[in-house]
């Protein structure tokens, strides 16, 4: 019988490796020459640790892991609030090279890119 292969949550390291990256990666988003105009618009305390919150759900949601995600797909490219939302759309290219910044041994590494540009359909027509 084969054996069975973990999810790409254990293997990545599970929710505080997550939740690391995205600490990471999310300053780094807000201080891009291209990507910062998405947030511009001050943001209160509870905003900014709501969206933290969607996007470490999200990714521990679609790589296997204990969560349910509230959002939707959309919602995890979406940056802003209320009439003022900015799609990631034309700078896309710019969110996966950040995400080179990302310590992942391969062949995570490779999942994670794969389903990454996996959204750029979504994202796009969002």
């Known amino acids: 019988m084969p054996e069975k292969t973990a999810s790409l949550y254990t293997r990545l390291g599970g929710y505080d490796a997550i939740a690391a990256v995205v600490d990471d990666l999310l300053p780094r988003l807000r201080q891009d020459s291209l990507l910062g105009r998405f947030w511009t618009s001050p943001r209160s ?36 609030h209320g009439h ?18 990302i310590q992942v041994p391969e062949p995570e590494r490779g999942e994670v890119v794969a389903f990454a540009l996996g959204l750029e359909p979504e994202i796009a027509e969002a």
Not at 67 to 80: D, K, L, M, S
């Open 45 to 80: 305390v509870d905003t900014s640790n709501r969206e933290r919150q969607l996007a470490v759900d999200f990714i521990v949601a679609v790589t296997g892991g204990p969560t349910i995600y509230p959002g939707t797909r959309h919602e995890a490219g979406t940056y802003g």
């Open 84 to 101: 003022h939302q900015g799609r990631l759309c034309g700078v896309y290219a710019v969110l996966i090279g950040h995400s080179g910044h």
